[in-house]
């Protein structure tokens, strides 16, 4: 059966549908993937960027990284792929987005009930008491900004080696155990735990709808329905499906 057809009626028929997303939703929108030849980890190993040890050793090199990528990310708009999705939630055919992206823009296409897995770059959290600044980039400091607390602020995204925001992780459990259908997005399938809600659906009982343009170690164990292509072509058009 058509792929795109089999992943309409299950959407039509499930009472609970969430979407998990990757990098890949935002490739359309200009902005890198992490993995792969041009992918930003090839550019800038993880290890020196992306930990929390890195960071803590020598913040102002992570902060100069950082402040690249945000306004990368300040300068991107939503593709078709995003609004899609945001589409589906006010059709009433999507109760939740967990979203491992950092760049805002499922909430800027429209979605409102989205789940930031990893956090998001538009923001500075204060590692002791939590508070939040919005990240103003049009201030190039060479270092990070001090709480008023006294604390050194980073980034409000999950580095490796950070645990993913409590009230997330254990939310996106809870979906991923009791929906009917899970879309999943533009991703590699590589970083636990986002990489097991699929899996956690799947073992529910949930229907799978997997959109990416290449296969990913889902495709083959959990995936009924693999849509392939660039998200902003395929997930437009399975939601012309599910209005048909
Ligand atoms: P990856 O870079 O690992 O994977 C991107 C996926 O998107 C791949 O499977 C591509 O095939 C797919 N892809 C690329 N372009 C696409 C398009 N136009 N349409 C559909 N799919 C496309 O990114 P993630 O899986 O999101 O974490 O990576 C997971 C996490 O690893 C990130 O959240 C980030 C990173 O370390 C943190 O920074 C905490």
Redesign the pocket.
Known sequence: MDPFRLAAEALKSSGLTIAVT????S??SGIP????ND?I?TKYP?DEY?TIDAYNADPDKVWKFWLELAATLGGSQPNP?HYALAELEAMGKLEALIT???DNLHEVAGSNNVIEY?GNAHWLVCPRCRHRDPLDLSQQTNSPPYCFCGTLMKPD????GEAIPSQALVESARLAETCNCLIV???????YP?ARLPVLARQNGAFIIE????E?DFTASVTHAFLK????ETLPKLVGYVKG
Do not use: D
């Open positions: 990757g990098a890949g939703i490739a359309e993937t992490f993995r792969g992918g980890w993880p992306a792929a491992q992206n950092i990893h995204v999950v580095m490796f997005v533009g991703t590699s399938a590589q970083v986002a959109a990416n343009i290449e990913t292509g660039p998200a902003g």
